[in-house]
């Protein structure tokens, strides 16, 4: 350790590196890995890798061999996987190029990420397994970039396939249980960021990537030459229309969310909706509610947020349950080891929330 900050709780070792660098509170530096000139939020695990120049954020993750460098990434939250590079900041001319990775990013194993790139109004991405991705801008949250599942003619090879909302539609499970590992795991004291995955600015970017999506039709394949915020990357009809009715649905159902936690603050239904509000995330779920949801009552609001929860545990289930089945057709003990998908602990605690916010509505709506 040589010229660097360690904050309180942090941890080097096992022969790993840190210079001119801060180690975030209770965050990890170990197995040989490597943080040079660079800001490791709290929370953090960095082993057998290398981090240079970079703000990373709270619970950022990479840990196995693998290289992030130059990139801006303050919210964290995100995950680099083994073999993958996440840094051709040098164009043979200069090494003048940076990454902004959105919050949450799953960088896959063994991707090549090509800089420039700014993934910061894509949070909660995925770069899948073994994807080269040419410099790019994208805005579509909750996306995953993939290759192309089948040839787009009259595109360039090089582009990927971009699903928007993927990762709410295909992989929920995922979704739910990090943000209550956020919410309750963390051990610094000082927190430098929100720790909800459904943040309102979060929810802002994806109402615009709806409506960029939305504006949109009529073709079979789509890029950021049709839909501003695709990257280099391909869209199909299908998946257009897929994305539209996730993000309609979430947001919908964290506005109403919103609505219940004002309820059980006490706050009079007649005026609730109506009121402008001096907390800005109210206000922006409440406005969302009105323009959105207009002629309902709160009462009826609440009834379909009851109803929103069966299919959020349903996704959830569905997306945790793609890894049960996939492992028990190859493993022959798979199941054997791991029981079955209805017993796993987080989905069991996903119903008994379920099961509390369905009891707080019928006590208030039944007044």
């Given amino acids: 350790v040589r010229d660097s900050i360690l904050q309180w709780g942090a941890l080097v070792d096992s022969l790993a590196i840190v210079g001119n660098s801060v180690v975030g509170e209770h965050s990890t530096v170990e197995k040989h890995g490597k943080l040079n000139s660079s800001f490791l939020g709290p929370d953090s695990v960095l082993g057998e890798g290398e981090i240079t120049a970079c703000l990373a954020g709270p619970f ?11 990139a801006r990434w303050p919210e964290g939250r995100g995950n680099v996987a083994y073999g993958a590079n996440v840094g051709s900041n040098h164009t043979s001319r ?23 790139s ?21 805005e579509m949250p909750f996306s995953l970039i993939c290759e192309p599942f089948a040839k ?18 295909e992989n929920l499970f995922a979704v739910l249980r990090n943000r209550a590992k956020y919410l309750t795991r963390g051990r610094a004291k000082i927190r430098i960021a929100s ?45 257009r229309q897929k994305a539209i009715e996730s993000y309609t649905f979430h947001l919908t159902f964290r506005a109403l969310m919103k609505l219940l936690e004002r309820m059980d603050a006490g706050e009079l239904p007649e005026t609730l909706l109506t009121d402008v509000s001096d907390d800005p995330d109210w206000e922006y779920a409440r406005t969302f509610i009105h323009k959105g949801l207009t002629g309902n009552s709160v009462p009826e609001l609440l009834t379909r947020l009851n109803g929103m929860w069966d299919r959020v545990l349903e996704d959830a289930l569905r997306s945790r349950a ?31 929330e379920r099961d509390s916010i369905s009891g707080r509505i019928t006590g208030l709506t039944s007044h």
């Fill in 60 to 70: 950022t993750a990479a840990h196995h061999q693998s290289l992030l460098i130059a």
């Fill in 94 to 116: 200069m090494p003048d190029q940076e990454i902004r990775p959105g919050e949450g990013m799953f960088f896959g194993l063994g991707c090549s990420v090509k800089f420039p």
């Fill in 118 to 138: 700014d993934f910061s109004n894509a949070p909660y991405s995925i770069i899948a397994t073994g994807v080269t991705a040419l410099p790019q801008r994208v």
């Fill in 152 to 169: 787009a003619e009259g595109y360039p090879s090089a582009f990927n396939q971009i699903v928007p909302a993927w990762v709410l539609s």
């Fill in 195 to 239: 720790s909800d995955v459904f943040g309102t600015g979060i929810l802002k970017m994806m109402q615009a990537a709806h409506e960029k999506l939305t504006a949109a039709g009529g073709r079979e394949y789509y890029t950021e030459a049709h839909i501003p915020g695709l990257g280099k990357n391909v869209l199909t009809e299908e998946h």
């Fill in 322 to 352: 793609k890894d049960y089945d996939r492992g028990g057709r190859i493993i022959p003990d798979y199941k054997d080891m791991h029981g079955s998908v209805e017993d796993d602990p987080f989905l069991s605690e996903l119903r008994s």
